[in-house]
């Protein structure tokens, strides 16, 4: 298993540009989660999805669309880059279980710089 | 809300030194508690965790004990090393709520 993929690892964009995050689990995890790492502030959560066709807000959702089509993707959009986006951003899933305490499995995470 | 305070760092220690490193919650309810910790260039990975009061969790030689009568979960190692190098997270989890609440992170750095 490959686990959590993210790509790209980095990128740069300009104030306006968009862009696509990938994010890509192969363990057949109902759960996906967007977090985005900044200094000082550990990791807040943007937007989440309980399955396939289900998304919702997480903390910090504003600038940023996702969708999750199938099970194993899981992209985050974002369609006006702004230098307040300059972040590391994780992808994570896990799967539901009864007794609580899900793990959650991360990427290695995209750094993204907006100039 | 919810939330998690960690001890500031960074934190710089000896090799074989006693490690501790603090944190409380405040929370509604009683979640999930864990501790993560990322490695240099990569994502973050489970440490340990707990579920319930007086749980203990543990791995590599860490421990954390669920405390709900003073709501912390110090994460602590007898001998650390200098492999152990790394940013370590605190965070809860409510069943249901499928997110994680972050500390801020305490960076660790062990010299040999």
């Known amino acids: 298993n490959a686990g959590v993929t993210q790509t790209p690892k980095f990128q740069v964009l300009k104030t306006g540009q968009s862009m696509t995050l990938q994010c890509a689990q192969d363990?057949?995890?109902?759960?996906m989660s967007w977090y985005r790492q900044d200094p000082g502030m550990g990791l807040r959560l943007i937007h989440y999805s309980v399955g396939a066709g289900i998304t919702d807000q997480g903390e910090v959702p504003n600038g940023y669309n996702v969708s999750r089509s199938t099970t194993e993707d899981f992209p985050l959009r974002l369609l006006s880059a702004a230098p307040s986006q300059t972040s590391v951003y994780f992808c994570?899933?896990?799967?539901?279980?009864?007794?609580?305490?899900?793990?959650?499995?991360f990427g290695p995470g995209t750094r993204l710089l907006v100039l | 809300g919810d939330s998690v305070t960690q001890m500031e760092g960074p934190v710089t220690l000896s090799e074989e030194a006693f490690l501790t490193i603090n944190c409380t919650y405040t929370?509604?309810?009683?979640?999930?508690l864990f501790w993560y910790v990322q490695y240099p260039g990569e994502g973050l990975q489970l440490l340990l965790k707990a579920t319930k009061a007086d749980d203990k969790g543990s791995n590599k030689g860490f421990e954390a004990t669920y405390r709900k009568e003073t709501t912390s979960f110090h994460l602590e190692k007898g001998s650390v090393q200098v492999s152990d190098s790394a940013v370590y997270f605190c965070?809860?989890?409510?069943?249901?709520?499928?997110?994680?609440?972050f500390g801020q992170g305490t960076r660790l750095t062990i010299n040999p």
């Open positions: 965070a809860l989890y409510f069943q249901g709520a499928q997110k994680l609440v």
């Open positions: 363990m057949n995890h109902e759960y």
């Open positions: 929370a509604t309810g009683y979640p999930s």
């Open positions: 994570a899933s896990s799967y539901p279980t009864k007794r609580g305490g899900e793990t959650q499995y």
